[in-house]
């Protein structure tokens, strides 16, 4: 799949043309905050709970967390679960996890509970980048050659912030603080290799999700770093901290989808986000639209395929699945603890609604990007008959992604 490193001038070129809002209000983004909203306690994550919470941890649950570490003493038999393909899963997430484990003695999971603390100290002189416009548009153009695939900015929101992280070493919520200072968040995306995503569910499709995690580490880290160096501060997250969707899509990247993924013109759902909590002054991006609300309400494409039946398919709504739902919001939710549950079930991560997603597809070749000018018209039914009638999102046996 085509990730766009180094390659701006060719994505400028490939990436269709969309609608950008006039604000970054959260109608323009397509948020529907209703008056019983509540801020969401990273201890009630799915993945939190599944390490305490009696309704999630079992032996499965234990083994999945541990075959990341170490290998299973008896493997599967079946295809994309072989120890050939759990050795490459697991070594794609290693960058990831050497920052996550770096500094488990001090109860932090740096990225993952905590937000990413190997950086030096910066300038203590703040250098002048000029307008706030100059400044997005070089700190872009760091991001883009440090490895980012995309890149958005918007306004540090204080109701997507944790309400508490969780601990690891014990089992409970604990403090979340955030520099004050901070008003500006960087959003920094990382597309996921589609050959990879095409094996799913497999272990093999599980490194396409390592990979965007330790590629999105050690981007995270630079640009920060670069961020600090320049005099300014800069906090590193992944999916500690904050939640990462709103950011994402306020900044311009995306559309929110059925599935509960962010949507983007370049890669579709193939993608994951990181953020930079920063006081640099940066002009803003505005949240875009090109068709997605639209095309899910006709699509049960991700919700037919779910292995778990995690996706409903029906209108947005408030209706919690259970607490690891976000309270107050009217959109599109999936069942956590389903999803979780078959994760722990094969024993790796599923992506098959990234797979058959129709937007999940390369937008370097021209045929995919009149497909999406297809689908943002009045005949996105037509468009999604041609996906399926030219077998989109079909699996690819993970034997036919090794080249032996």
Known sequence: ????????????????????????????????????????????????RSRTDSELRDERADRFYSTYRRPLANWRAGKGFRQLDYAFRNATWHVADVFAEMYEADDRRDGFLDP???????????????????????????????????????????????????????GQ??????????????????????????????????????????QDAVVLLTIAQFIRNLGYTAIASMNDTTLAIPYAIKAGLGEYGKHGLVITPEFGTSVRFGKIFTDMPLAKDAPITFGVAKMCA??????????????????????????????????????????????????????????VCPYTRDYTQRRNRAWLRLADSPLRKLALRLHHKFGGGKRVLADDWWPV
């Open 1 to 48: 799949m085509h990730t766009g490193r180094n390659d701006a001038e060719l994505r400028a070129r490939t990436r269709i043309p969309v609608r950008v809002a006039s604000d970054a209000s959260d109608g323009s983004a397509g948020f529907d905050v209703r008056p019983e909203f509540e801020r969401f306690s990273q201890a009630d994550d799915v993945f939190s």
């Open 116 to 170: 990413l603390s190997m950086l030096r100290d910066g300038s203590e002189e703040r250098l002048d980048l000029g307008t706030p416009h100059d400044a997005s548009k070089l700190l872009k153009h760091a991001a883009k050659t440090s490895g980012a695939d995309l890149v958005g900015i918007t306004d540090y929101d204080a109701r997507w912030t944790y309400t508490e992280r969780f601990s690891a070493a014990t």
């Open 298 to 355: 006709i699509c049960n494409a991700c919700s037919k395929a779910c292995p778990s039946r995690a996706i409903p398919d029906a209108k947005p709504s408030t209706d919690r699945h259970n607490k690891s739902n976000i309270k107050g919001i009217r959109k599109w939710s999936i069942d956590g603890e389903k999803c979780f549950s078959y994760w722990s079930k094969i024993n790796s991560d599923c992506s098959v609604c990234v797979r």
């Open 173 to 214: 919520a604990k403090p979340n603080p955030l520099t004050p200072e901070v008003d500006t968040v960087i959003v920094i995306g990382q597309a996921m290799d589609e050959r990879l995503i095409d094996t799913a569910p497999s272990a093999l499709s599980g490194a396409a999700t390592g990979m965007g995690y330790s």
